[in-house]
Each structure stands twice: as structure tokens, then as C-alpha cells.
């Protein structure tokens, strides 16, 4: 059974520009979280998706926003980057929302 | 507004002890907790939890307890091993989630020396 992967592991962008993060979820999962974890911190959720519908957002403008796809897979997508966006970010998968999360290694965003 | 926090960023411990870690929260509407345990470069992997109506739950060497009325919990690694040096997060669902969607403490960093 393959589990959580995110890819790319790691990106450099500059300030104003536009990133997307992929996530794979495990097998059977139904649902994707997000979470932005910066250095030294909690993570801190920012979206889930559940059967590609955003099921809940955390405080997390506008310019954060998501998408999910019919094999379950989801991307997050980030427009004009600013400099504090730059953190570990890490998708969950689960069987429904309010199941056991599994989490992906993450990919750190550096914003320079 | 930090509703869930553990206090200590670290916490170094000798390998055959007990290994405590602490957290708090402010939010008497959680009913679930969490911990989990992150290595480098890895996700954080789920570890041990406890529903709000429980004051404990045990589990080989980890047990938590709750102390509702003080809005704390506690994870007790015993014995600890070397393994277990890892950033540990404690975290929460609020009762009227539809997300299951976790808030988690700032982590501490246990160290166990062999």
C-alpha cells in the first residue's frame, strides 16, 4: 500500500510569484488536508477537500486555494508569494473528514 | 491566538527513564486529542490519543492522560529509547468539526540519550 507523497520536496520561488504543490493520497482516501507548518511552529491547517469539494478552510487568504481530483489526488496552489509564506507544507490523507490523518513528508517553500 | 501549547521546546531525557511531555489548551469545546511524532524529513505519524471523555489511554510504552478541569494532557514515554528522540506535537479537534482538521501545539523536541 503506497502512502502520502507530495512532490516537489523542496522549491525556491521569489516574492509576487505563483507555486502548486502536489499531494497523492493513500489508497481508499477520500480526503485531502493541508497544513502550513512554519519554523519552530504547530502546523497550522489551511484547507481539506473531501470527494474534490473544499470541505473547511482555515485563516488563510485568498491567494492559498486548492483543488482536488477525481482519483483523489490534490494540488495547492499559492499566488503572489510573500516572504512568510515560505514554510514546510504537508498534506494529510484520510478515509472521510473526520478520520485518521496520514500525513506526506512535505514540501518546504523558500521564498526569496 | 494559540489554543493549544506545549511549553517546553525541548526536553532531554536519559535512555530506561520516563520521558514526560506536557501540553495545555484553552478551548473546553475540544473533545479529541492527539499526539504525534515527526522525524527530520518525514510527515508527522500519528502516535497515541484520547477522546475528552477518558482520562487515560495507554498504549505499550506511551500513555496520555487528561485532566479536563485543568485543560491539560500529558504523553508518558516509558522507558524511553533512543528511537524515540523525534519532535512530538500535541494536538485537538474541536466537538463541532465537520473537518476533523487538527490544531497543533508549537512541538518539543525530546532527546533521549543513550
Known amino acids: 500500500e503506497t502512502g502520502v507523497t507530495q512532490s516537489p520536496t523542496h522549491l525556491i520561488k521569489t516574492r509576487g510569484q505563483q507555486v502548486t504543490l502536489r499531494c497523492s493520497s493513500q489508497?481508499?482516501?477520500?480526503?485531502v488536508s493541508w497544513y502550513q507548518q512554519a519554523l519552530g511552529q504547530g502546523p497550522q491547517f489551511i484547507f481539506q477537500?473531501?470527494?474534490?469539494?473544499?470541505?473547511g478552510r482555515g485563516n488563510f487568504p485568498p491567494r492559498f486555494s486548492g483543488l482536488q481530483f477525481p482519483n483523489y489526488s490534490s494540488e495547492l496552489n499559492v499566488n503572489a508569494l510573500e516572504l512568510d509564506d515560505s514554510a514546510l507544507y504537508l498534506c494529510?490523507?484520510?478515509?472521510?473528514?473526520?478520520?485518521?490523518?496520514?500525513f506526506g513528508p512535505g514540501t518546504r517553500l523558500t521564498v526569496l | 491566538d494559540q489554543q493549544v501549547k506545549q511549553n517546553s521546546p525541548s526536553l532531554s531525557v536519559q535512555e530506561g527513564r520516563i520521558s514526560i511531555l506536557n501540553c495545555d489548551y484553552t478551548?473546553?469545546?475540544?473533545?479529541?486529542f492527539l499526539w504525534y511524532k515527526k522525524y527530520p524529513a518525514e510527515g508527522p505519524t500519528f502516535l497515541i490519543s484520547?477522546?475528552?471523555?477518558?482520562d487515560k489511554n495507554e498504549d505499550g510504552r506511551f500513555t496520555v492522560f487528561l485532566n479536563k478541569s485543568a485543560k491539560h494532557l500529558s504523553l508518558h514515554i516509558v522507558p524511553s529509547q533512543p528511537g524515540d528522540s523525534a519532535v512530538y506535537f500535541c494536538?485537538?479537534?474541536?466537538?463541532?468539526?465537520?473537518?476533523?482538521?487538527?490544531?497543533f501545539g508549537q512541538g518539543t523536541t525530546l532527546q533521549v540519550k543513550p
Open positions: 494529510a490523507s484520510s478515509p472521510g473528514p473526520y478520520n485518521e490523518q496520514f
Open positions: 489508497s481508499g482516501h477520500n480526503t
Open positions: 477537500y473531501y470527494r474534490e469539494e473544499e470541505n
Open positions: 478551548n473546553s469545546m475540544f473533545d479529541y
Open positions: 484520547i477522546s475528552s471523555i477518558k
Open positions: 494536538a485537538a479537534i474541536h466537538g463541532s468539526s465537520n473537518t476533523g482538521k487538527l490544531i
